[in-house]
């Protein structure tokens, strides 16, 4: 068993920056694969960015390439999701998720085992 709590949202005005932690407590959580994933108002749970347990190999979403970073502390058992220029389209729930045996990076949510509570990211133009 994993858990996951998030931290790190807020408001921002567009162009700004914001980062968010997640930080993994249970068994082996440093061994895991993880993930964010962002809902909007009214869409669907997209995918955001994924790291493996190495933080070897990473993978981002086209709408977000360029502008966030993912990046893990083994040692803290944290990944983090740094987000600059930040736009209104941005805006979302943000949550992380972990996957056992994570040594290659997934955009499908069903390969997730684990979820947080999200935090909210707001981008106000």
């Known amino acids: 068993q994993v858990q996951l709590v998030e931290s790190g949202g807020g408001l921002v005005q567009a162009g700004g920056s914001l980062r968010l932690s997640c930080a993994a407590s249970g068994r082996a959580a440093s061994t895991y694969g993880m993930g964010w994933f962002r809902r909007a108002p009214g869409k669907e749970r997209e995918f955001v960015a994924a790291?493996?347990?190495?933080?070897?190999?990473?993978y981002y979403a086209d709408s977000v390439k360029g502008r966030f970073t993912i990046s893990r502390d083994s040692a803290k058992a944290t990944v983090y999701l740094q987000m600059n220029s930040l736009k209104p389209e941005d805006t979302a729930v943000y949550y992380c998720?972990?996957?056992?045996?994570?040594?290659?990076?997934?955009?499908?949510?069903?390969?997730?085992?684990?979820w947080g509570q999200g935090t909210q990211v707001t981008v106000s133009s």
């Open positions: 998720a972990a996957r056992p045996l994570g040594v290659v990076v997934t955009t499908d949510s069903s390969q997730y085992d684990y």
């Open positions: 790291i493996t347990w190495s933080g070897g190999n990473t």
